[in-house]
Structures are given as C-alpha cells and as structure tokens.
C-alpha cells in the first residue's frame, strides 16, 4: 500500500504561482514513477508531468511545459509541483498520483496509487 497526500492549493490571481506538495508513505518502493494528474472543467482526468524515481527524468504535458517544473526529494518521500504564470484554465483538481509504469508516462492507466485531490483556483 502507498499513501499519498497532498498540499499546497489554494487561490491565487492569474499570472500567480502555487507550488504544490505530495508526501508518500507506506511501501514506497512499490512505485517508479510518480505523477500529478488534474480534472479541469469540462476534461477528462489529464497528465500534467511526472518524473522517475530513480533519475530524476522528467515528462509535461502540453499544458505544463514551460510554465511548471516537477521535482522530487526522494529522502523526503515528497514530490512538487511548482506553477508559475498560472491561468484561469489551470483551475481544477489537482492529483499526486504513484506506480510501476511500463508504458505511456502520462497515461492515467499506469498510475495505481491515488491522492485525495488539492483544488487550485485561479480567477482572472
């Protein structure tokens, strides 16, 4: 069993930044990949970046890359996500998500190990 929880959402006015956290704990060598995901208004459940444990290589979505930067204390069991320059569009649910991935980095079926969701506002 992995659990997973994060923190850090909030609201904040657009072109603000948020820097959200993840902490794992129980089996955490059950997992080489861990990942935010998040649930946007009108979308399906998408992949906004992940990183491997082991090296530290790091994968964004279209929406994350070059605004956010995924990061990874491994000794701490946390993961981040920093977002910068945020838009209204980038208001939703916000996931820390953990498993062995074999396939598609971002693809939410790899992922088998769920936080509880930070929601993150971001008002015009």
């Known amino acids: 069993q992995v659990r997973l929880v994060e923190s850090g959402g909030g609201s904040v006015q657009a072109g603000g930044s948020l820097r959200l956290s993840c902490v794992a704990s129980g089996s955490t060598n059950y997992f080489n990949t861990w990942a935010w995901f998040r649930q946007t208004l009108g979308k399906e459940r998408e992949g906004v970046a992940a990183?491997?444990?082991?090296?530290?290589?790091?994968w964004y979505g279209d929406a994350a890359r070059g605004r956010f930067t995924i990061a990874q204390d491994n000794r701490k069991n946390t993961l981040y996500l920093q977002m910068r320059n945020l838009k209204p569009e980038d208001t939703g649910v916000y996931y820390c998500a953990a498993g062995m991935v074999g396939g598609i980095i971002l693809n939410v079926n790899e992922y088998n190990y769920w936080g509880q969701g930070t929601q993150v506002t971001v008002s015009s």
């Open positions: 990183i491997r444990k082991p090296d530290d290589s790091p």
